[in-house]
């Protein structure tokens, strides 16, 4: 809070709070997403302090800095993030509970009590529970939390979801000190959910997955796993292929914690029949890519069927079957990905960063992640090796002396030998212009994630509030995704947009390397070695992107761009050094892991569209003739 604005020694009062107009904030902000409620408060406090009501002002502004912090609920001692946070790029961050003083605390001890609204209730006792440790604001904070209905409008965008998280995870910490309350919102989260089965059926599964996540509900199994198959029963053939399968996948697991052993091969059998129907169209729209992507999720999930239960469900013969379709989308599909842009903006590089903000600014959530994934279109291959070339021959002095890499402790990582004087290139000559590419490379990302990546990113975490279930769900319907890793995929690049960079990292890197050695394997490349001694290695990620069908699978610039990035010592080196733990905190945060974050984004969410498009026009076509 700007210190010109308030005395240090102004003291805020209860009837300071009373009259400052805070009921009227949040009854114009009540259709709005949580989110949001700290701009409308903010505002208010300028107009408050353009009346000249600085008690009001402060007022109003305090509250603003409570609600601006986000609700992680899964961790225990820190819950709440800053909104925003500029800290990888220099620029600092948003408020959080430690930025608070402990004369703001006691302000929000004296007014708590008086709050009729649940959510701002629970913000504030929340908060003073993590400042001051006294049990009662902590009982104060859940049963504000658990008195935020289940249902409603903006139980879509997370917020009551992760109140009722948040209230759940208070209650658990407290013990028995909590009383009877965690059995309270079972009961509660149990009877919305039958009360959803009815009229908000997709607010069924999300209760559902509530109880899973927080680990309530197994008394209830057996009732919860017949709500969501019936629900998933009903809409078979109404709804997407993928929706319907995640009920019937949330209710076997419900099932299995019933204990019924039945159900659950009974019911992946039908998630196999939706697989291979949804396969069996992609095949016949020309889609095979993501055809194959569909029969092999079919395979893996006949496999998790028991094998005495297997045989109920033709599951051999069924398997055979698949296989075979799953090898002939494999030999359709080479030609079939495209890993760049959907439609890449022109770039005015004097106005590269208010442009890059302006593309994703005042859209809706899915309009401004395709915007930001198509911010650039990615390394161009050809073009860095014509400037390589020319910039050599323009500095031949220069490049005929060998160069020598070195990484930042000295040590010596590769050496690069100098340009000959023939106009046609050696083979050494083609090692240099190599270095030289990635050299620029490495240069221009610099730039991109500057001028980009970071201005654009500024306003999406701002405007939007996505969750890491929105990304596994992109993983998941995204083919370049390997079958079981939607949920690595989706958390390393949830990781990356809630500004983790650290964890995105971690989580990414091997994830790409998997993907890469999955896709080779099914375009039949060679990704293991056989030694002497009869022992078969997976081959690592640089040896993979050496393989003839590396370029026929991913292209020649995005083939380029994983070495450059990921494989070459001349250049970041991600995966080995992440591998061999040679990067510290401050690299895990630079601006080639926020790009390697970026790029992964970029791969999943336009594989996920392109393939989501060529439904749609092939949809088109058959409606036309």
């Avoid at 509970?97 to 708590?112: C, G, H, Q």
């Avoid at 993590?130 to 008195?147: H, M, P, S, T």
């Avoid at 490049?399 to 290139?425: E, L, Q, Y």
């Amino acid at each position: 809070m700007p210190p010109e604005r308030y005395p240090k020694d102004m003291v805020l009062t209860v009837d300071d709070f009373a009259c400052c107009g805070w009921k009227e904030v949040l009854e114009d902000a009540k259709d709005k997403d949580r989110c949001l409620v700290s701009s409308a408060f903010s505002d208010a406090a300028k107009q408050a302090l353009g009346e000249g009501r600085q008690t009001h002002g402060k007022v109003l502004e305090l509250l603003a800095d409570a609600c601006s912090m986000l609700l992680s609920p899964n961790s225990a001692n820190e819950p709440f993030k800053p909104v925003a946070d500029f800290r990888p790029s220099g620029r600092g961050r948003s408020v959080i509970p430690d930025d608070l003083s402990e004369a703001d605390i006691a302000f929000f001890v004296e007014i708590v009590e008086t709050i009729d609204d649940p959510w701002l209730k629970a913000r504030l006792a929340d908060l003073v529970w993590l400042r001051i440790r006294k049990v009662c604001f902590a009982l104060e904070a859940i049963d504000a939390y658990q008195a935020i209905p289940l249902d409603g409008k903006i139980w879509e965008h997370g917020a009551r979801r992760d109140c009722w998280e948040r209230a759940i995870k208070l209650a658990r910490m407290l013990g028995r000190g909590a009383g009877d309350r965690l059995k309270e919102m079972e009961t509660k989260i149990i009877e919305s959910f039958h009360a959803a089965t009815q009229k908000k059926k997709i607010l069924a599964l999300d209760l559902a997955d509530l109880l899973k996540d927080t680990k309530l509900g197994r008394s209830y199994a057996l009732e919860l796993a017949q709500g969501l198959e019936s629900i998933a029963d009903a809409v078979d053939g109404d709804w997407r292929p993928c929706d319907v399968r995640d009920l019937w996948e949330a209710a076997s697991g419900w099932y299995m914690a019933a204990n019924n052993r039945t159900k659950p091969a009974e019911i992946k059998a039908k998630v196999v029949g939706s697989l291979e129907r949804e396969a069996d169209v992609r095949t016949a729209l020309g889609q095979d890519t993501v055809a194959g992507h569909r029969y092999e999720e079919a395979i893996q999930t006949y496999r998790t069927i028991p094998r005495a239960e297997r045989e109920k469900h033709r599951g051999e013969e069924r398997i055979a079957d698949l296989w075979a379709r799953l090898n002939e989308s494999r030999k359709k599909s080479l030609d079939e990905l495209n890993w760049h842009t959907i439609s890449p903006p022109s770039v005015d590089i004097s106005q590269i960063a208010e442009d890059a903000r302006n593309a994703v600014r005042d859209k809706e959530p899915f309009e401004a992640l395709e915007e930001f994934a198509n911010l650039h279109p990615g390394a161009n291959a050809e073009e860095l090796r014509e400037t390589a070339t020319e910039l050599l021959q323009t500095h031949t002095f220069h490049a005929s002396f060998p160069t020598t890499v070195m990484n930042s402790d000295g040590r010596v990582i590769a050496k690069r030998p100098g340009m000959s004087p023939s106009d046609t290139p050696s083979k050494d000559d083609e090692t240099r212009i190599y270095y030289e590419m990635i050299r620029n490379y490495s240069l221009h990302v610099g730039l991109v994630v500057e001028g980009l990546i970071l201005p654009a990113h500024d306003i999406l975490v701002l405007e939007h509030r996505l969750r890491e279930a929105d990304f596994v769900n992109l993983a998941r319907q995204s083919p370049i995704v390997p079958i079981e890793r939607e949920l690595l995929f989706g958390k390393a690049l949830f990781a990356g947009y809630d500004r983790d960079f650290i964890t995105a990292l971690h989580l990414l890197v091997p994830q790409i390397e998997h993907m890469v050695r999955v896709h080779l394997k099914q375009a039949g490349g060679k990704t293991t070695t056989l030694d002497s001694n009869g022992i078969e290695t997976e081959n690592w990620l640089s040896s993979l992107m050496n393989l003839p069908e590396t370029e026929k699978i991913f292209g020649e610039n995005l083939s380029f761009e994983i070495k450059a990035l990921f494989c070459d010592p001349s250049g970041p080196n991600l995966r080995n050094n992440l591998a061999h733990g040679l990067l510290d905190d401050v690299a895990c945060q630079s601006v080639y892991a926020i790009y390697a974050w970026w790029l992964g984004l970029k791969l999943v969410f336009n594989t996920f569209w392109n393939a989501a498009r060529q439904t749609d026009q092939k949809s088109n076509q058959g409606e036309e003739t």
